[in-house]
Each structure stands twice: as C-alpha cells, then as structure tokens.
C-alpha cells in the first residue's frame, strides 16, 4: 500500500497520440486477447492506486477514445493533442497542462506497452512514498530501464521543455543520482512498435476476456 498517497495526489498519465508511422496502421486499435491493444495500459493505470487517469489521444483520436473508453472501469480525463504529429513531447506538454496544482506526482505509461500491470505501477507509488525521490523508474529483471516511470512535480517544467520525440530518457539520467529503481517482478515493459512486435505479443495473449477480466 503506498503509504503516503493519502497527503498526495498522484496522475496516472496513459500516452496513446502517436501516429504509429513504425506500424504503418493505427497499433492501439489492434486486438489483443479479445480488447484493443490500447485498452491494457489504460486498464492497468484504472486498475492501480493512482488518484485520476489522464490519456492523450491525437492520432485518429475519435476512434482511438472511441475503442478505448468502453474499457474504462473509472472516470478517465480525455485530453486531445492537436500537435500529435510533432512527437512525444508534445503529448507530454497536453498531458501536464490538463494537471491541478493538486498533483504532486505523475506516473507516464504509453498505451502501446500492453504488458504492463497495475502493479507495477503501484511499486512506483509505494517507492514515492518511501523515498520522495524526484523520479521513480522501473527497472527490468536485467536492469535495463523500461516503463512505466514517475515524476515529481518539480520536474514538471523540464518535462514541458522537452520537444519532438524526446520523452523523458534525458531527465531521468541527469535525475540517476537521486531517483529511486523499482525492479520488476511481474508483467513486461516492452512496447509494441512493428508488425513482428505485434505478432510476438500477440502469441503471450492468446487468451480469451472472461468476465470482463484477462485470463
């Protein structure tokens, strides 16, 4: 249970704008073990302790709210980038701008990382709690960095200084120091940019949506 979360608040922010141009076709409209591919990520963050869920539509975004809200277990803030075509950043900037001054924290997921479960993101907010550290990453069993990540708010300017395709990787390494790891234990932080990408997801969710629930 992340101790501190009842003297905070803390987003949930789900990435889902990008034009898929690796892809070649809208990824997040996919489906994926009887659901859109998008809809895991944005069911994770709903699944976990954040305190409100903002997603970032931009590319063809009528039909990706329209796949993805059905699966919403709880209010989601829907925010549209205009600028999606520009790159991350600028999801980035929609997503901090639609933030109260409320927010202490915020936790970033791109939609298009479907292995991601609800605790792993609870890890990242129980590790804020503990430590307060400016940013929480996860860390794969090997250590390689991966998704999802935490900021606090102090960095929030930095992150709104960003531009293009960067997303936070710069941040993170100047923050290295002072940023707590968080390694995982469940789920997969891969993110779902090709076709063969696509396929070898595909072949670890070939399972069937019973009772609304994944098995």
């Known amino acids: ?19 898929s141009s690796r892809m070649g076709r809208n990824k997040l409209l996919l489906p994926l073990g009887g659901r859109p591919l998008g809809a895991y990520a944005l069911r ?4 976990s302790e954040v305190d409100e869920v903002i997603c970032v539509v931009g590319f063809e975004s009528d039909l990706a709210r329209g796949a993805l809200e059905p699966h919403a277990r709880r209010p989601v803030r829907w ?7 520009s790159g991350r ?20 997921l791109p939609a298009d990382v479907p292995g991601v479960t609800a605790q792993n993101i609870n890890a990242l907010l129980a590790a804020y709690g503990q430590t307060h550290a400016p940013v ?9 960095r991966t998704h999802p990540v935490l900021f606090h708010r102090s960095l929030f300017p930095k992150l709104a200084e960003l531009e293009g395709d960067q997303g936070g990787q710069a941040l993170i390494e100047a923050c290295w120091s002072e940023a707590a790891k968080v390694r995982r234990t469940d789920g997969d932080g891969a993110d779902v940019d090709t076709e063969e990408a696509y396929r070898l997801v595909a072949e670890k969710f070939p399972i069937a949506v019973v009772g609304g629930e994944r098995r």
């Open 89 to 108: 950043a600028s999801s980035i900037r929609a997503a901090l701008g639609a933030l109260s001054d409320a927010v202490e924290a915020a936790v970033f």
């Open 79 to 85: 925010i549209v980038n205009e600028e999606y075509a």
């Open 1 to 19: 249970v992340f101790s501190g979360k009842e003297d905070c608040v803390i987003a949930g922010i789900v990435l889902a704008a990008g034009m």
């Open 136 to 144: 929480v990453v996860t860390l794969e069993p090997g250590g390689a």
């Open 44 to 47: 994770a963050m709903m699944d």
